[in-house]
């Protein structure tokens, strides 16, 4: 649902083709200049000016309330309040655990489902052959700009009646398919999956699901990652819809972090290490796959 | 998926039995004619279910009278409507959403142009630089909001004393309406403008380098090369970006309602949005269902018509740029 909104921003094929094309040309010319002194310069001074505001929130973290109230700007270096603090977070109410736990749950199922289905209805649309295939697929493109967060209304009815609010079912199933993913995964297997492959296993004799299964599957796995981070940060950092369906009995991580903030409002060494805790998980995630993002990202961009 | 069984018989099993043959091509037809069907019906299914349904039912829900805790009541056509546009307060919230997202929206393309063409020279270390830039992105945006809304206090905010050593009077982030915009725009920019500079990178890659060669030939120096070639030939990119952008930041919930503690957007609504306004009407006070429905549908319709009036100012813009310089 929601979470779609934030994975939906790349689409389109051909631009990484020609990118790698165009290393093999490196000339002292247009846009292909050697970067300079001052382009490092400025590029350092951006990146620590983007990745100090995760250094600050540490900085206060690991300090003391009476410290930040009387020093707007922290020092550069961190104070030794943090395992402190951290600790009185996971000793408030405002259950830290059962949200991380719920969070990782969800983010975990979520990006199974969406992989699973995107693949199977991408391998459809982009290599088997049958009626109402394009307007279908167009149908899923033209979905994919689609503000489905504005369903929230009868979506919650539609959780009451099943009785659903409150349980970690009413975020997983809306978080179930993304058009995107459907998308990516089509237009992918369109460009990579040969099908004289499909065909040679369809010859000897496998049914649709086993060369699914056995040729599709295996070939889909550089794109199926992408499509599970994006959608795994997607999860991890949606607020909107567990905040409405979930409420603070049965929290996820951002959830309760705003929990947090409406409690707690005046320390914020403690609101600071909240948010730490909640935050390192996904540094880490991009400390180990923050290349596949980036290339995931470029893919997608538009052509045409 | 076992519904859709594989054929039993193994093809180099030389049955002879004719009714085996004629089952095992029976299924054959039946599993290329359905499988492609049976593949994409779960997407189709769910988001039917959890998508395209609750949006088209909030039209059904907004002209009813419908209460959170009591349920459907009767039909009341248009009434919703017009007490939803009889507020201020909902077109407060459609000032504050537009600000907010012209603030961030247009700053982020321009830094993002100027990040992505500085990516896009020949570096050491490509993969460091640009992953740099995207860092912020895994940064949950309740996160952003909490860290944002403290460097932002009026009080003791690390922004207000940075100011205060240039000598600049403390702004007051939280009582201001434009302070308070512009700091939300922070926080959007701050997630956002390395993912947005990734895609205008992507865009810049593919650009063919004859045209740069042909504009050095002709004498173009680096700027006027940027502005005549790079931007003109992103022009599909750039729109993307736009439509993307306006979809999610008119919907803008998570920073705004983190910016304060209470998250009603401050003492006179001044950073209130239209999805924060939506939320108060149905899960507020007045808990009703039939008002935010109305205003859920008013800024669906809002989108589609700004993602269109995007979709030609940008092409229109970028259209006569390119022609006006050949």
């Not at chain 1, 310069?41 to 690991?62: E, G, K």
């Not at chain 1, 040729?215 to 990652?225: G, I, M, N, R, S």
């Not at chain 1, 996820?252 to 903030?261: A, N, Y």
């Not at chain 2, 004859?210 to 090369?225: C, I, M, N, P, T």
Request: net charge positive.
């Amino acid at each position: 649902m929601s979470s779609i909104g934030v994975v939906e921003q790349t689409a389109g094929k051909g631009a990484a083709k020609h990118a790698r094309r165009r290393k093999n040309r490196a000339t002292g010319v247009g846009s292909n200049r050697r970067g300079g002194w001052v382009t490092y310069t400025l590029l350092a001074i951006v990146l620590l000016v983007s990745f100090y505001p995760l250094y600050y929130t540490f900085l206060l973290a690991s300090s003391d309330a009476q410290t930040i109230a009387q020093n707007p700007i922290p020092s550069l270096i961190p104070g030794d309040n943090f395992i402190d603090n951290a600790r009185r977070v996971l000793e408030s109410d405002i259950k830290f655990w059962q949200a991380l736990w719920n969070s990782i749950i969800v983010a975990v199922i979520t990006s199974v489902s969406v992989v699973l289905f995107a693949t199977l209805a991408g391998f459809s649309f982009a290599k088997l052959r049958f009626r109402g295939r394009r307007a279908l697929l167009v149908f899923v493109i033209a979905t994919m700009a689609v503000p489905t967060q504005l369903g929230v209304v009868p979506l919650f009815i539609l959780m009451s009646e099943l009785g659903w609010t409150g349980k970690l079912i009413a975020v997983i199933v809306p978080g179930m398919v993304t058009a995107f993913g459907v998308f990516w995964m089509t237009q992918y297997f369109e460009e990579t999956l040969p099908f004289e492959l499909i065909e040679a296993a369809r010859v000897d004799g496998c049914s649709m699901i086993r060369t699914f299964w056995h040729v599709a599957l295996p070939a889909a796995k550089p794109a199926a990652a992408m499509l599970a981070l994006f959608t795994f940060v997607a999860s991890w950092t949606n607020f909107f819809w567990p905040f409405i369906v979930l409420g603070s009995t049965n929290p996820t991580l951002p959830v309760s972090l705003q929990l947090l903030q409406a409690s707690y409002f005046k320390d914020f060494s403690l609101i600071m290490a909240g948010v730490v805790l909640a935050t390192v998980p996904l540094i880490l995630l991009f400390i180990v796959a923050g290349k596949q993002l980036v290339s995931g990202i470029m893919a997608g961009a538009v052509k045409g | 998926m076992s519904m859709n069984a594989a054929p039993t018989v193994p093809p180099k099993a030389k049955s002879e039995a004719e009714r085996t043959l004629a089952r095992r091509t029976r299924l054959n037809h039946w599993d290329r004619k359905y499988s492609p069907y049976l593949y994409i019906a779960p997407f189709f299914i769910i988001f039917a279910l959890v998508g395209l349904f609750p949006l088209v039912y909030t039209a059904f829900v907004s002209v009813h009278d419908w209460n959170l805790i009591g349920g459907k009541g009767e039909f009341v056509g248009m009434e919703n409507y017009q007490q939803v546009v009889q507020q201020p307060l909902f077109w407060k919230g459609l000032r504050n959403t537009f600000s907010i997202f012209v603030l961030s929206s247009v700053p982020q393309v321009l830094i993002g142009l100027w990040l992505a063409a500085m990516l896009d020279a020949n570096l050491r270390a490509k993969t460091f630089w640009r992953m740099g830039v995207l860092l912020p992105y895994v940064v949950m945006p309740v996160a952003v909001g909490m860290i944002f809304s403290k460097i932002f206090a009026d009080q003791s905010g690390m922004a207000n004393a940075i100011l205060g050593n240039f000598g600049i009077d403390p702004i007051r982030w939280h009582a201001d309406v434009l302070a308070s915009h512009v700091a939300i725009a922070t926080m959007v920019d701050f997630r956002w403008t390395g993912y947005t500079t990734l895609i205008l990178l992507a865009g810049m890659q593919a650009i063919p380098n004859d045209l740069y060669e042909a504009a050095v030939v002709d004498g173009a120096g680096r700027w006027k090369s940027f502005r005549s070639i790079t931007v003109p030939s992103l022009r599909p990119t750039i729109i993307f970006v736009v439509i993307t952008s306006t979809i999610g930041g008119l919907q803008i919930f998570d920073e705004p309602r983190m910016f304060d503690q209470q998250g009603q957007g401050g003492n006179d609504r001044q950073w209130m949005t239209v999805t924060m306004y939506l939320y108060e009407l149905g899960w507020g006070a007045q808990k009703s269902f039939g008002r935010a429905s109305a205003v859920a549908w008013i800024l669906f319709l809002i989108i589609l018509i700004i993602g269109g009036i995007n979709f030609m100012a940008t092409q229109r813009i970028s259209g006569t740029g390119s022609k006006g310089d050949k």
